[in-house]
C-alpha cells in the first residue's frame, strides 16, 4: 500500500533563517505531488504541484520554492523567511489529476 | 478557479444527533473530495465522491453533480466526529480548492 511521509512534524526557526520540508511517498511510481498551507486553522491553500522528476509548477507568488529531485520526493525550501510563512504545511499525492489526494500528517512551522 | 463554500460554518451537536454539513461549488468539478481534520490537524480522507451517493458506516455523502453542490451526512454523532470538516475540488487537473471547512463539536 501507498504511504507519504513528512518531517519534521514540528519546526522553529527565526525569521530569516532557509528552511527545508520533506515529503516522500513510497508504494507507488510517478506519482502527483503537492504541497499545500493551512494558515490560522481554516482552509487549505495549494502552493505547488508535480507531475514529474524537475516539473514544478507555482499557484502563488511567495517566499518558497519547491524541487522534486527524485519521483518520489518533494521539497518545501526557502532561502530567508518571513513571519508570515508561518503555518501547517501539507503534502499530498495523487495517481494522476483529478483523482483523490492523500495528504501526510503535516508540519507545523513557527517563525520566531 | 473554483470557488467552494461550505456551510455552516460552526456546528454544535449532543452525542447521537444527526447533522448535514453542505458544500456549493461556483463551477462543476471532476474532483470532490470530503475530508476530516482531527485536533492533531491530519487531514483525513471521508469521501471521494465526483458524483452519486457513498456510505462509509455512519458518514454517507451525495453530490449533485449538475446543481453543483455535495452533501455530507453524520448520523449517530460521537464526540469522535469534532474536528473541522472540509470540501475540495478541482477542474484544472488536481488543483484542489478546499471550502473554509466547518468546525464540528460534539458534546458528551
Known amino acids: 500500500s501507498q504511504t507519504i511521509h513528512q518531517w519534521p512534524a514540528t519546526l522553529v526557526q527565526p525569521v530569516g533563517s532557509p528552511l527545508s520540508l520533506e515529503c516522500t511517498v513510497e508504494g507507488t511510481s510517478n506519482p502527483n505531488l503537492y504541497w499545500y498551507r493551512q494558515a490560522a486553522g481554516r482552509g487549505l491553500q495549494l502552493l505547488f504541484y508535480?507531475?514529474?522528476?524537475?516539473?514544478i509548477s507555482s499557484e502563488v507568488p511567495q517566499n518558497l520554492s519547491a524541487s522534486r529531485p527524485q519521483d518520489r520526493q518533494f521539497i518545501l525550501s526557502s532561502k530567508k523567511l518571513l513571519l508570515s510563512d508561518s503555518g501547517f504545511y501539507l503534502c499530498?499525492?495523487?495517481?494522476?489529476?483529478?483523482?483523490?489526494?492523500?495528504f501526510g500528517d503535516g508540519t507545523r512551522l513557527s517563525i520566531l | 478557479g473554483i470557488q467552494v463554500e461550505q456551510s455552516p460554518p460552526d456546528l454544535i451537536l449532543q452525542e447521537g444527533a444527526n447533522s448535514t454539513l453542505r458544500c456549493n461549488f461556483s463551477d462543476s468539478v471532476n474532483n470532490l473530495q470530503w475530508f476530516h481534520q482531527n485536533p492533531w490537524g491530519q487531514l483525513i480522507n471521508l469521501f471521494y465522491?465526483?458524483?452519486g451517493t457513498k456510505q462509509n458506516g455512519r458518514l454517507s455523502a451525495t453530490t449533485v453533480a449538475t446543481e453543483r453542490y455535495s452533501l455530507l451526512y453524520i448520523s449517530s454523532s460521537q464526540t469522535t466526529d469534532s474536528g473541522v470538516y472540509f470540501c475540495?475540488?478541482?477542474?484544472?487537473?488536481?488543483?484542489?480548492?478546499f471550502g473554509q471547512g466547518t468546525e464540528l463539536s460534539v458534546k458528551p
Open positions: 508535480s507531475v514529474g522528476i524537475g516539473q
Open positions: 465522491i465526483p458524483s
Open positions: 475540495a475540488g478541482d477542474n484544472q487537473g488536481g488543483k484542489l480548492i
Open positions: 499530498a499525492w495523487s495517481v494522476r489529476g483529478e483523482q483523490p489526494q492523500h
